[in-house]
């Protein structure tokens, strides 16, 4: 009988055990001469389908703001429509959040908080793709390298990545225009984390006979089959391969054997609670329920507490698009989930010593964004529809802590120009708007990294 | 009224134009260039034309080349109290494949990432083995395994033609290369890896059958197979 998951993923062949794992951590002196913070690792968090800043990132106080007054300031909170325990602001030192802002709040102490952003799309793949890349897309095709691939490609352009994982994408779409085999995303997800879960904790072989896993694998060093593909031809055997399809399918093969060697999947057996490290995990994010927001966070603590990935980007959140009543249940609540997810994730980030000194959140800048928001008035249906007004959160290396840049408008929530400098609301012609381009070049500058593929310059009020 | 409606009728069928006879298009098959035509026997080799890059098969094609080649998928059976059961497996990691679920996407990504490599790994493990093992019980139609060496204990190295006779076929099952028998070349690192495989089994009576199971998870692996 195939009584529970974790049977069947064995019956695949899939599952299995290795060694402990142990952090690798490389400095490069390369890297700090090419101006690149070489310690700093990112972490991206997606909310997808479009959150409703007003219950996270861009709050109104309900008292200035009343459903009644909502032909004058075009904004309508409609908290009396959701659960009590959505219905109060969360307020720490000189920063508010809305009711679904769960344990992120926490870190108003090393969060920065971003609003009034414009997406200029309402299109939800093009929004997305937009904060995933900094660049606009064409049409609905995404242009340009996701962030974590740009990171990835600078990095290996400098020197080797040590990471096995260098550019890990759970659960979200991942762009690679570079020219760097190592900074090519590696895909986990669909749904859960299954793949990364269970794809690298056993070799070729556990579908053999162990008679047959017994040879193939060898006794010492690389196995016969990786001797095999090494002896491979260099040359394309094709000819006409302009995009190497034979190197990278050798390539990714060597890093399957890497990764088996490694026993990386050991990081990431969430469900195993039986071992007192998933078992840690699964109380904090409760992890061990796949496809969740915990899940997404913890596969990021993993891969940055491991030294396993550079970039780590994950859908922290699905199913936000709320455009009928729904918005009243499912939108506070999904919100809440995940947020009380990164700020775990940022508790374990600042809780969790970083070799170089200091903890791991010193080297870690962290960016929380969603395509676009919602509309700040309940439309006929009870829900929200599309907004170009955004925001975003970031916290970490290189962000100024304890800060809010930028606002939307009293009126309507519109998006506002801010002083690049200073942050503050700025209406003359020096403002700047401030989209995606900006945040993900503040981000990448802010470790030294090159904006050039983006055609700008981060802003001096996102970087610390 | 009735009248009025076979009227219509009739003058429906009086201006509908005469049905035409569809005419098939002629068969497109200049992509085979060097092949013979319908029912020769040259095969497709040589050098692709120009401006067509190499690309990896679909799961739906890799699928279909499974069956081709194997007799069927990648699948995982046993029997349960409750009878037996089968499990097909690449549907159900089809979209960590890059089969779009036509909701959030509906373009199917040919990426060469790590979890193809690791897919391809266990589907050819999976797959090899049950037909090595089906050939060797069987005999009588073989799949993949068409030269066994003698039963009366013949080494690889007493029986070099009939391994090489096998590497052969495999290369033209898998990879659709025809090897002439004297070219020792096309199967020079297949014939390494099964002697390889062969002399590290500690199990004499089953090192045959390894190492055809090697050299066809080599095979199967290979960019030879996925790409094209």
Redesign the interface.
Not at chain 2, 111 to 118: E, H, I, V
């Given at each position: 009988m195939l009584s529970n998951r974790r049977s069947f993923l064995r019956s695949l062949g899939l599952l299995g055990a290795g060694a402990a794992l142990s952090p690798l951590w490389v400095p490069s002196r390369a890297l700090a001469q090419a101006g690149i913070d070489p310690h700093r690792r990112f972490v991206f968090a997606y909310f997808e389908g479009a959150w409703d800043i007003q219950l996270g990132p861009d709050p109104r106080d309900p008292a200035l703001f009343p459903d009644s007054a909502r032909d004058t300031t075009r904004i309508e909170l409609g908290w009396s429509r959701l659960a009590p325990s959505y219905r109060s602001l969360v307020t720490r030192s000189n920063m508010s959040f809305g009711p679904a802002i769960g344990r992120t709040a926490e870190h108003h102490d090393v969060l920065c908080a971003v609003r009034g952003m414009t997406m200029e799309t309402l299109t939800h793949p093009v929004g997305a793709r937009y904060f995933l890349t900094g660049k606009t897309p064409a049409g609905l095709n995404a242009r340009g390298s996701s962030a974590g691939s740009t990171v990835v490609d600078q990095l290996a352009a400098v020197g080797p990545v040590t990471e096995p994982i260098p550019n890990l994408h759970v659960d979200t779409e991942a762009y690679y225009e570079g020219s760097q085999a190592a900074a090519r995303p590696y895909h986990a997800g669909a749904g859960s984390v299954y793949a990364l879960v269970n794809a690298f904790t056993s070799g070729i072989g556990d579908a053999l006979p162990d008679l047959v896993l017994a040879t193939l694998r060898g006794t010492a060093g690389a196995s016969l089959l990786d001797a095999y593909r090494a002896s491979a031809p260099t040359c394309d055997p094709a000819g006409l391969s302009a995009r190497g399809a034979h190197r990278e399918l050798r390539d990714a093969q060597a890093k399957v054997s890497e990764m088996l060697r490694g026993s990386l999947g050991q990081a990431f057996d969430f469900q195993n609670v039986a071992r007192p490290e998933m078992a840690a995990l699964n109380a904090r994010y409760g992890s061990a329920r796949l496809g969740s927001s915990g899940t997404a966070a913890a596969v990021a603590y993993q891969a940055l507490r491991y030294g396993i990935s550079r970039a780590v980007t994950v859908r922290l959140q699905r199913d936000l698009d709320t455009h009928t009543a729904r918005w009243a249940t499912d939108q506070p609540a999904l919100l809440n989930e995940a947020f009380d997810a990164l700020g775990t994730l940022l508790t374990d980030l600042r809780t969790t010593a970083h070799p170089a000194g200091g903890t791991l959140l010193d080297h870690t800048t962290v960016l929380a964004f969603s395509e676009f928001s919602r509309t700040p008035y309940l439309n006929a249906a009870g829900g929200r529809d599309h907004s170009l007004t955004n925001a975003c959160l970031l916290a970490g290396a290189g962000v100024p802590r304890g800060r809010v840049v930028g606002a939307s408008s009293d009126i309507g929530m519109e998006p506002q120009p801010i002083d690049p400098v200073t942050g503050a609301v700025r209406l003359d012609a020096a403002g700047r708007m401030v989209r995606p381009t900006e945040v993900l070049a503040s981000v990448l500058q802010s470790a030294g990294y090159d904006t050039d593929a983006l055609r700008a310059v981060g802003m001096p009020c996102l970087m610390a | 009224m009735k009248t009025f409606a076979c009227l219509s009728l009739c003058l429906a069928a009086c201006t509908t134009p005469a049905p035409v006879a569809p005419v098939e298009p002629p068969a497109v098959d200049t992509h085979w260039s060097g092949a013979a035509g319908a029912g020769g026997s040259s095969l497709p080799v040589g050098?692709?034309p120009?401006g067509?890059?190499?690309?990896?098969m679909s799961v739906e094609q890799l699928d279909r080349s499974f069956e081709a080649a194997f007799g069927g998928g990648w699948y995982?059976d046993?029997t349960?109290?409750?009878g037996y059961?089968r499990?097909d497996?690449t549907p159900f990691?089809a979209?960590?494949l890059g089969q779009p679920?036509y909701l959030?996407g509906f373009r199917e990504s040919a990426?060469?990432?790590?979890?193809?490599?690791?897919y391809l790994?266990?589907a050819?493990?999976?797959l090899c083995?049950r037909v090595v093992i089906a050939d060797f019980a069987a005999g009588a139609t073989p799949t993949l395994v068409v030269s066994r060496l003698p039963a009366d204990g013949g080494t690889p190295e007493q029986q070099t033609e009939a391994i090489r006779a096998g590497l052969r076929h495999l290369r033209l099952l898998l990879h659709g290369v025809y090897v002439a028998p004297g070219d020792v070349e096309q199967t020079a690192?297949?014939e390494?890896?099964f002697r390889?495989?062969y002399a590290?089994?500690?199990?004499p009576p089953?090192a045959e059958a390894?190492a055809w199971?090697?050299v066809c998870?080599?095979a199967t692996?290979?960019?030879?197979f996925?790409?094209y």
């Open positions: - | 050098p692709r120009l067509r890059t190499t690309r990896r995982v046993g349960t109290d409750a059961y499990i497996i990691v979209p960590l679920d959030t990426d060469l990432s790590t979890t193809f490599a690791k790994d266990n050819a493990s999976n083995t690192r297949l390494a890896l390889e495989t590290a089994n500690p199990l089953y390894v199971i090697a998870v080599a692996t290979d960019p030879e996925s790409l």
